[in-house]
Nanobody, 129 residues
Framework: QVQLVESGGGLVQAGGSLPLSCAAS????????VGWFRQAPGKEREFVAR????????FYADSVKGRFTISRDNAKNTVYLQMNSLKPEDTAVYYC??????????????????????WGQGTQVTVSS
């Protein structure tokens, strides 16, 4: 069992930066890959980024590539999402999620919310224009 708690959301102007954190409980946190997702009002939850168990492999949605950076510190049971050059279209509730699967043979499954086993409650990010 893994419990996840996101923090760091808030209101920021376009072009600004915001760091998010995802703190996990449980001593087996390093056994999980972790993803960040977001959901805007009226839209489906969408993939943002993913990091492997050891932190050596990362994936990003095209919409955030070059602007967002995912990282983790397993000693602190925490995953981070550094968001730079924020745009109004980045406004959403951001969720972190843990996936017991280490990897997928395709280049698609890790983007699906249904593949993740545990979810946090989300943190609101609002980017004003």
């Amino acid at each position: 069992q893994v419990q996840l708690v996101e923090s760091g959301g808030g209101l920021v102007q376009a072009g600004g930066s915001l760091p998010l954190s995802c703190a996990a409980s449980g001593r087996t946190f390093s056994s999980y890959a972790v993803g960040w997702f977001r959901q805007a009002p009226g839209k489906e939850r969408e993939f943002v980024a993913r990091i492997s168990r050891g932190g050596g492999v990362t994936f990003y949605a095209d919409s955030v590539k070059g602007r967002f950076t995912i990282s983790r510190d397993n000693a602190k049971n925490t995953v981070y999402l550094q968001m730079n050059s924020l745009k109004p279209e980045d406004t959403a509730v951001y969720y972190c999620a843990a996936d017991a699967a280490a990897y997928y043979s395709d280049n698609y499954s890790y983007r699906l919310p249904t593949m993740y086993d545990y979810w946090g409650q989300g943190t609101q990010v609002t980017v004003s224009s």
